[in-house]
Structure formats: C-alpha cells, structure tokens
C-alpha cells in the first residue's frame, strides 16, 4: 500500500531547501535553472538531469510545511505547480485563517554554518523529523512564497498578500538590536524569502554577495540573506507587546504567556532551582544547643549507621533499649529493634535537644540534660525519640541521619540509581552485574545493544563499571532521536547550543514565556556541569527531567481564589476509608487513612457501632470485616490530616451507636482535636448564616458531619433528619441521640425526593446524600434544577450498596451537576480512581478545587449537566504520542519475557468531550517502543476535562496494566513533554519509565 505517492518516490534523495527550526523539509525536489544547472548537494547524487523533472510529492508527514525553494539565479523564488497527490492531514499546521498577515521585509542574517542534517537524519526508517509546534505571532512571522506541494487547507497565505511591515526586534532574547540588524543597506535587485529570526544565532558577519559562488543554492541564499537589513525603528513594537498580541489571538490562553495563567505569583526561578537540586534540605533544629561536629567523613558515617549502635528510645512513660541501624535489604530505612522501621524518605526534621511532646511527659531522672537528648521527625509529626551515652555519641548519630536522610529524599535519577546501586552491594560491577542491575532498572533490551554500550563507557577497559560510568551507561539508554532533531534543529547543527538558542527554543517550540535568559543559563549550568552552552547530552538531560513534564508547575501551587463559600469547591472524598479491600471480609486498617490524607484526601468516612468494651469501633456493620477502635482512628487522622494539605477535613460520620457510646464519641473527639476542631451548628438561626465559611476561614479544622438535631431559640423544636445512606435505620427517638455530639457537628445530613416539587429554606450546613443511582435518577429528571441546587448546598454521592467489590464508579456525572464530595472507594485502583487522582493533581493537591464559573452563577443560572452550553470557544487538544521508555514488565507476566506495550489515551468531562483512543501495539519491545500516532480530543469545556494515559501489555487472555498517568487539561502544557508512569496500584512513579508526547491545545 502507497497511500497514493508514485511508486518511484525516493524518501531518501537529498533535502531541497534550508529546513527552519523544528521544521522538516520533506522529500527534495530538484528543479531547473536558467543555465540547465541542477545545484549539487554534499554527499548526494548529481546526476539529476534539467529541466522541470515529474512532480514529486514529499514525503507522508505531519511536521509542517517544506522549506521554500529558491532559483539559482537569485531573481525570483520559484513557486512549482500544485501537487496531484493527497497530502496527509498535519496536526501541526494550520489553516491559511489563521494567519494574521505578516509582511515582507529584509532583515540581515548570518548563513547556517551546515544548512543540512546527516543524511540519514531523512532516512525513510526514521518517522519523526522536527517540527513547529505552533507559529509564532503574527508580526513575528515572516512572509513566505507558495509551498510545495501546496495544500489549501494546511499552508499560509502568499507572501505577495502582505502589506510591508518590520518584524520585532526581541531584546528579551539578549541579543543587542544593534549587532542583530544593522543600519540598512541598499537593496539589492532580487527580492529575499525571510525566514523566522529566532533560526539564527546573534551577531551576523558581514557578507558581500560577490564575494561568493552562486552556483551553489546554499551559499547563494545565505548571502541574500546576509545582503540584507532591517531598520531599527524606535516605533517597532517590543517584544512583550507582541506577546500579549498572540495571547489575545492565535496562542491559547492556558498555554501562552504566564499572564494568561491565573498563578500570577508563581516563581519560576525558584521552581527551577528546588526541581534541579539533586540533594534534599535536610532540616536539623539544633536551636539552644550547639551545631553538631564530627571528623568522619559522609562515607564513614554511613558505615557507622549501616553498623549500627545501642540507644535509648524514650517513651511517654518508659524508655527501652534499641539497636538502630540502617536495614541490610534497604540502606534508606531505619532498623529499631526487630520489627519498627522507619522509612527515611518520610523525615522531616531532626531536632537536637527535648524539643517533642514525648519529651515533655517523660519525667524519669535518667532523661534530664538535652545535651544527650534528640528526636527524628517524620512528616506526618510522629516521632521517635532518644538519649545517647554522651554528647559525642549525640554528634555522630545527629551528622549520620543527616547524610543518610538526604540520600534517601534525592528525588533525582541519579538518586535512585544511587539507592539500587547501594542495595546491589556498592562496588563496582562487573558483565553479570550490569545486565543484573539494568534488569532492575526496567533496561530490558538485546545483551548485544547492552555490550555495544558498555564498550563505549568504560574508561580503563577493565570490564567493570563504577558508579559514575554506569550512570553515563543509563543515560545513553535512555537517549532519544526525538531529542537529536530538536537540538539539532535550534542549535543549527552545531554540537553546543548558547543560551540564546536554547531560550528560543523554549518559547518557540514550548511556549514557554516566563523563562529568560538568567534561568536558561541557571539550567545549562546544571546539566552541563558549570559550562555555559548545551551539548546534546546536556538538552537530552534535560528533555527527560522533571522540568519538562506535561503538568504544569503552576497547577502544583496553589493559586485558586480560596475565600468563596465552602460549597463552591469540589472535594476530594474517600468512601468508607478504614476498608483494605472489599465490603465484606476484608480488613479494617488505620494505615488506610494515613493513606488517603497524605494522598490530598480532605473527606473520609467512618462508621461508628457501639464496642463490647464500651469504646466505639468502626468497621463495616453487619459483615465479617475486621474492627478498629474510634479513637484510634481520630488520633491517626488528628496525625496526617495536614501533612499534605492546609485546608479542612470533613469527617463523614456515619453514627450506628446508641447515646452512652456517641457521648465518648464526641469527648474523644473535643480531647484529641482540641481547638481545631471547628464549632458545631446546632442551634444557629440559619437566616443569619446563608452560606458557609471558606477554606482559608477554615484553615487547619475538623469539620463534623453527621445527624444534627437542630434547635431554634426558645421554640427548641427537635427535628430528627435521617441519612439515606444507611441501609438499616434504627427507629432513632429524643433519647438515642447524643446532645454533646450533635452540638459540635458543622454539617446535618438530610433527605431530599423531588427537585420538581416545592424545596424547603436552604440551611447552608444542610447536606443531601445521594446513592450514584439517586444520582442519576435526578440528572435525567431534573439536571438544571439539580445543578442549582448544588451550588449553595453540600451533595454528596457514594457507590451503591450492590458494589461489595468495592469497585467505583464515573464520578464526572456528579461533577458535571456540581456535586462537592464524590465519593470512591481509595482502596480500588482502576480508570475511575486514576480519573480522581488526576482531577485533585490541581490547585497544589490541596483536595478542593474551585468549580467553574457557569456552576456558581448566582443569577440567570444557566448550567444543564446533560446539555451545557457553550461558554466560549471549543478548544482542541492534540496529542501526538511519540515514544516510551523501560516499561517494567508486570507482576501478571512470564519470567524473561518482553512486554508487547499499547497506549489507551482517554478524555474525561462532560459527555461530548468524553472519548478514548488506542495506539497499536509495539511486538517484544518494553525498552524503547515508538508509536508517532497523533488523537485529536475536540473540548466543550475544558475546566471539566482530565486527561488519562494507561499503558497495557498486550495479552492472549487478558491486557495487563502497566501503569497510568492523569492530568488536568488545563494544566497540560504544550510542546514536547514527558508524561512519568506511575504504578496503578500505589501511584508511585515508576523510575525511569515514561512516554514522550507532543501536545497542542488550540
């Protein structure tokens, strides 16, 4: 199959013309000159003939528009006959409408040192030539002749349609205006093809076009060029002026200049700085006492902990002895006795000195002086705590964590590969080794491509590898051709890339506005070890770092407005929290609300029966799971609610025990939360409190939800409002209900039948409950009316009972009416959890998320979840899956075999814009798969749209999961972009395994 090209087209005949930065020229078309001369080309044939040859259409790409081809005698640019061959439709062009109309004008360059790649950089093999992600702005792009082959649909107008105009002079680039277009020269007879400034580096040398053989088109276009100048005009218009032009015009406004971005407060370089560095703070309060010292070297003191040593661990009410050392099968944990390990990675602090609660109660003599005395912290403010023998010993314990805390938190990859390389034993390696450790790494590739490899890193051909060589071994792993084009492309062929360039770069290709020239060099500096150009190796480095991931780093602050009511939020919600795993057997653990709250989780349930001992417990009432106590539940949740999160917690109290137990209930709750624990409003006249307090007002409290008895004045009329959620009311009265309890609860559950029908004064602590098929009965009855209602008042929606296997359901109906807590079940991972974890990414993982405006209208209401309208522009989204790097293998597969990987890319938000593509399947290749398959993904409204990426193995029984990863759309950032694997099941990001995407939103 041909796709309709000759069947004598040649992908591999010589390129015809200059391509411009991350553009691709196509297949070259040879064409005549007025002497019958066909320029040669370096390297290539020149046995081309005269004369007009047979049209012949580039090749089958989607990388933009050939470069224009120009006449050898340097009178006129030749503009060829259409082309009878279909053209393949380009996500990367666009149509001739939206081109402002740029003009003619005649800057001076400097001509490419080597204006063409190898040649095998065009080989027909090879799918993935350069591009432009987006044109620039509409006075910054030049004028250009008609293309070849021309397409009505995908290229732009002619240059004779533009009126004359200068093109911008860009001094945020740091390029001085007066080395980058002199005065003006006189022009010459022959008319110039401008190509976009950002191509070429800053201060051109003159050139004087008889100095030159035109006989050559190279030589002969670059003199033109250099021929000419532009005015430096002092009514040009600035750079920042245009930027704001292509902002408000053909640039989208979540991806174009940081203005547009509502985060005006970000700190880019400050975000740079903290993502590069490859050592983690360790924080150590020695406040009072004196800084601890020590001759030992970092690697001695590691050896002294991996030896370990006798302390003293302090109690409340007691101290014991402990060995504590570094754990033989992972140096980054903590070993205290036999069973208690501490994670390093989870530390946040290590304070010198009796500086903890534990401390503070424990009165025994043998803990008196704080010059022996200190405590490990962990992020979650738990606490270990010690006495040492003497202020030495103090010293080396104090330097020894430091160390090995911060090698445990070097988030980079050099850190974990550091962490593998430790666990692998620490020394150098030798073949078996290697392959062993690359195998560990998810490297699974041919041996002979490994030993190609290896050859080329070791140094002393000793046949072992160091630390430091093996690192290099894993960066040529991981090396992509992609990146190749690109460095190639803006750095023009040169083996370094200046600032300048790199800068261009950013803001061309990335659409990257907030950076300048200082962070560009910062950056440089970093991969490059302290020299001030980029090698290819340094921008690969870079392409494949957390600077360049698909989410945008704004997103991760937290920027929203936080001060509207409560109610405007959407929630991020854990459906019966204290559940490992299934409605009806499984276990009750507290590690699962340690979980969901340090996940951003800002609602979790707890179902309360009365215990046999008198204290409540909480389990799944009526099943054979397993029994928690309540207080140890509200003391977990007292610990890790705010590791993640400042903003409140609503604790969904689903209350089956009788007055004597409710009545511990609330005083273990008032003892253990103390003054955050935000006051109950029971009894408030609800006319006086229309809405509630925000977030920010909110700020570090324990909101109570549950049923309230709600009391008005002297009238003291009881009202018993029941929760449909409970499967099995019992007939409550006066009596069953606990005073105390009520008092302090801030939200009351009450039920709601018809939104048709008459609905009563709205008390804003009132909540609705909803069942997802409740849900859906409402959204198909009465969806505006619904979606009202929801943006004053609190809904909350929960699985139905039928679902035992704790499986979830589409939480975007519920969000789509504006339903604030959706409510899954955190301990099933699958496409709707990945869905949610995604959504909460934004608004820096706080757990709210402000709704969109159409939802909080609060006149002429107008929102219908089952038919929004349109409120904007629709918008486009492309995404152009290009390549993935080591995909482990999964835990489901054969040993020794090789993953055949597909890609499901799936859009979630309202019902129009919902849609799922597939790419193909790549056959016995997790290492280095590549797709180059591009999904357009129309939007209605992209505020209510997650992205999902799932990677599969392909199976004969059933597709395996790999991993996933989710992100908002409205914090996708454009150009080309790094989307990290996560694990399906713990979302941890899988090292090293990634897929490379080009994305697009117009």
Known sequence: MNNGWPQNYDPNRPPSGIPPPGQYSGSPIPFPTSSGYTPQYPGTPSNYGSGFPPVQPMAPSTYGSPAPIHHSSGQFPLSLPPSPYPMPSSPYSTPPSQYPPPVISTPQYPPPQNPYPPQSLYSSNHQYPPQPSQYPPPTQYPPQVSQYPPQASQYPPQASQYPPQHPPVNPEFGLPQTSQYP??????????????????????????????DFSDVRVQLAAQEQSQSLTASSTQPSFSNLASVASSASIPSSASSSS????????????VRSTMSSKAIVKVDEVGQPPSKTSMSEEDLINFLK????LHRVYANATKKKDVKLSKDDPHVLKMGVFKSVPLRYVDSIRKGKKTQIFEKNKSSTV??????????????????????????????????????????????????RRVWNQHGGRALSRSGIIDMLFRLNFTTS?????????????????KLNFDEFVTLVELLRSRKEFDFLFESYSQLNPQMTAEQFLIFLRDEQKETQYNLEICKLIIAHFEGGQMTLTKKGFSKFMSSNLNLAFDPRNGEIFQDMSHPLTHYYVNSSHNTYLEGDQLTSNSSLECYRRVLQSGCRCVELDCWDGKDGEPDIYHGHTLTSKIKFRDVIETINEYAFVTSPYPVILSLENHCGAEQQLKMANHMKEIFGNSLALG????????????????????????????????????????????????????????FCTQLSDILFLGTVGIKDFDANLPAKVSWEMISLSEDQTKKFLEKSPAKFAEFNRDQFCRVYPKGTRVDSSNYDPNPGWNAGCQIVALNFQTWGDMMWLNRGKFLNNGNSGYILKPAPLLASENFSWDPKNPKIFGKIRNLTVKILSGRTFPKTSNGTKGEVIDPFVIVRMHGLPGDSRSYQTGMIKNNGFNPEWNETFSFPILYSELATLVFVVKDQDTVRDDTVGYYSVPVEAIRPGHRIIPLKNYVSDEVIPFANILCHFTLE
Not at 307 to 310: E, I, K, L, V
Not at 452 to 457: A, E, G, L, N
Request: charged content about 20%; glycine content about 4%; proline content about 8%.
């Open 368 to 417: 008196q002086s704080a010059n022996y005395c200190f405590s490990i912290v962990l992020s979650s403010k738990k606490t270990y705590d010690f006495y040492c023998a003497n202020p030495s010993q103090l010293d080396v314990w104090i330097c020894a964590l430091s160390v090995a805390v911060r090698e445990a938190q070097d988030n980079s990859d050099r850190g974990y590969v």
């Open 681 to 736: 409003n029971s009894g408030k006249d609800p006319t006086k409190f229309p809405y509630l307090e925000s977030p920010t007002a909110l700020k570090g409290k324990f909101l109570l939800k549950g049923k309230m008895l709600k009391t008005f004045g002297a009238d003291e009329a009881l009202t018993i409002m029941h929760d449909p959620e409970t499967a099995a009311q019992l007939d409550k009265t006066k009596k069953d």
């Open 260 to 271: 547009s971005h509502p985060n005006s407060s970000f700190n880019l370089g400050e975000w």
């Open 447 to 463: 041996s002979s491509y490994i030993e190609q490899q290896i050859s080329r890193v070791d140094q002393n051909g000793d046949r």
């Open 307 to 310: 030896s370990g040593d006798t």
């Open 183 to 212: 005065p003006q020269q006189s022009q010459p007879s022959y008319q110039t093809i401008q190509q976009p400034p950002s191509q070429y580096p800053s201060n051109p040398p003159a050139m004087n076009p008889s100095a030159y």
